[in-house]
């Protein structure tokens, strides 16, 4: 919604495949793609990780991913960062 109040394309995406692995949003960055899951689960838990990785293990994209849950702390595992979504305006 940011991007189009300021005039901007749009640049994310919903992705799914034949077998059910889905990206809840998958921005394009001028060619570079960051994967976003979104949870409303105020605890982490290892589950929400299975499509992100499927996606990065067929796609070869070995960029940063987020998750966004209902919880209010931000953490990072491995490559993958942990953001409430109160913090949404970071992946702007």
């Known amino acids: 919604k940011g991007r ?21 949003c ?8 960051t994967a976003v899951e ?6 982490i838990n290892t589950d929400y990780f299975t499509n992100i990785n499927y996606w990065k ?6 960029n940063k991913s987020y998750l966004l849950y209902g919880g209010t702390e931000q953490q990072q595992l491995k490559e993958n ?5 109160q913090n949404t305006f970071k992946l702007v």
């Open 81 to 85: 960062i942990i953001l409430p979504w």
């Open 26 to 33: 998958i921005i394009d960055k001028a060619g570079s793609l």
């Open 4 to 24: 189009f109040n300021n005039g901007l394309s749009n640049n994310c995406y919903y992705w799914r495949d034949k077998t059910g692995y889905e990206i809840d």
């Open 57 to 62: 293990s067929i796609s070869g994209n070995k």
């Open 38 to 43: 979104i949870k409303s689960g105020k605890t």
